[in-house]
């Protein structure tokens, strides 16, 4: 490897030893500790455009992103001076500022679907306040979601949910009891008859349809516009609100995320990641009168002490702002493709069944004989394989995303080189692979 530097993971190994007495698996969110591919987690120090940077002072080109909210690359020198001068007039105040204002005008501005706007402090609480929004509004109980999708750890959204629920093997999770998921239909991604039939099962008693409309958290499927289509008018037919979680795709797969790519608007949107520049903001939003149901406006409770937070306000604006103006999205989507095809071709010439899905800078791998359209066919791909492909790139400095039912992310700041040299890198793993041979059978 030239031009990335490999060093053992010492210090790493330590570390997570020390983390694992003072946090639960040693780290703060699941799918960190590596559970689904084995090998001892990095251990961060910092990161700058295209590249994370280990504690044992290993540099790998990152297409991991922070699970997204990094589109302009690590530490944009443009949105770490924002946020400095910010933290220079305070932290947080709990009263309204000018910024929460702008933020909200510039997503209205990306999203023509949101009217009006809320903002939270995660991905999470966006869809738990949405579908909270979504029953008020109805005066009904049930939700639909789909087998695959995730949609934060909301008790009533953790369901078939996909992504660290999927590899961890939790269909949901101890301590949330029946009541709170028997309201929750969960049905398979992609089948528009199976959700025609709900709604007809389930006479007005649906108050809202939740999905990610192109998925992340069970790698990349990209549905046919139809589908989507179809959704909406099923939710109007019905009286139910379709909600689009585009945390994950908001402002990444377009600028005004799918909405923008399908030519869609959904009543209801959910934002994150992005939105907050790399700083804990949630968002949900979308018609006005729905929107005017939230407290104080209307009865729906929903507050937030640090909502609104100006550091994470100022990170979000102002890479909302720069993605204006650069509007990297046709270069962001030709670097994925030619990191795909790259991939591509190196699993062919290994003889290595691999499909690669992409929306825009999003893109999975999946080691399966076939293209993945739901959670079912996500669930054949080889994850062994997928472990030792992973493990082979960590350890020639490429950090993929350490689950097979992952999205990964590249960013403004991935330069051709780098594309190139992760196609170099993903050679050299499926070779050592294809020779090894698939070692589960
Ligand atoms: N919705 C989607 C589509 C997500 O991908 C995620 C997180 O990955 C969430 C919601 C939850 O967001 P957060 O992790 O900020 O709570």
Redesign the pocket.
């Known amino acids: 490897m030239s031009q990335l530097r490999v060093n053992g993971v010492e210090k790493s190994r330590e570390l997570m030893e020390r983390a694992r007495a003072v946090i639960p698996g040693g780290v703060n969110?699941p799918v960190r500790a590596f559970k689904a591919v084995g090998g001892s987690p990095r251990f961060i120090s910092w990161a700058e455009g295209s590249r994370v940077h280990d504690c044992d002072g290993t540099i790998y080109i990152d297409y991991v992103g922070s699970?997204?909210p990094m589109i302009l690359g690590h530490a944009h020198h443009e949105v770490v001076e924002a946020i400095r001068e910010a933290a220079g007039h305070g932290t947080s105040y709990g009263a309204p500022t000018e910024l929460e204002v702008r933020l909200a005008e510039k997503i209205r501005d990306f999203f023509p679907s949101i009217e009006k706007v809320r903002l939270v402090n995660?991905?999470?609480?966006?869809?738990m306040s949405a579908i909270r929004l979504a029953r008020a509004a109805t005066g009904r109980s049930l939700i639909v979601k789909f087998d695959g999708?995730?949609?934060?750890?909301a008790d009533s959204l953790l369901v078939q949910a996909g992504?660290g629920v999927a590899t961890l093997g939790l269909p949901d999770s101890p301590g949330v009891p029946a009541a709170f998921t028997e309201h929750t239909l969960t049905l398979p991604f992609g089948d528009l008859e199976a959700v025609r039939q709900a709604f007809e099962r389930h006479p007005e008693k649906i108050a809202a349809v939740i999905l990610?409309p192109v998925t992340?958290?069970m790698g990349v499927v990209v549905p046919p516009r139809e589908y989507l289509e179809g959704l909406l008018r099923l939710g109007d037919e019905h009286g139910a609100i379709v909600i689009f979680?585009?945390?994950?795709?908001g402002f990444r797969v377009a600028a005004g995320g799918a909405q923008e790519r399908f030519g869609l608007k959904a009543p209801l949107t959910?934002l994150?990641?992005i939105v907050g520049g790399g700083l804990?903001i949630?968002a949900y939003g979308g018609k006005a009168e729905i929107m005017d149901l939230v407290a104080p406006a209307g009865p729906v409770y929903q507050a937030g002490t640090l909502s609104g937070n100006p550091l994470a306000v100022t990170a979000g604006l102002k890479t909302l702002e720069i993605l204006e103006r650069d509007d990297p999205y046709a270069a962001l989507e030709e670097k994925t493709r030619l990191l795909g095809e790259g991939v591509l071709e190196q699993a062919r010439r290994h003889g290595i069944p691999l499909q690669v899905q992409q929306c825009g800078s999003m893109f999975t791998a999946f080691f399966n004989e076939n293209p993945v359209t739901a959670f079912a066919s996500a669930k054949q791909s080889d994850t062994e394989r997928y472990s030792r492909y992973f493990t082979g790139l960590l350890e020639r400095g490429v950090y993929m995303a350490p689950s097979q039912f992952e999205a990964g992310f590249v960013s403004a700041a991935h330069s051709a080189a780098d594309i190139e040299a992760t196609i170099a890198e993903v050679g050299e793993t499926l070779a050592e692979m294809a020779q090894d041979g698939p070692r589960a059978e």
């Open positions: 969110s699970w997204g995660s991905g999470t609480e966006a869809t999708c995730y949609h934060g750890h992504s990610e992340g958290n979680d585009e945390v994950m795709t959910c994150g990641k804990p949630g």
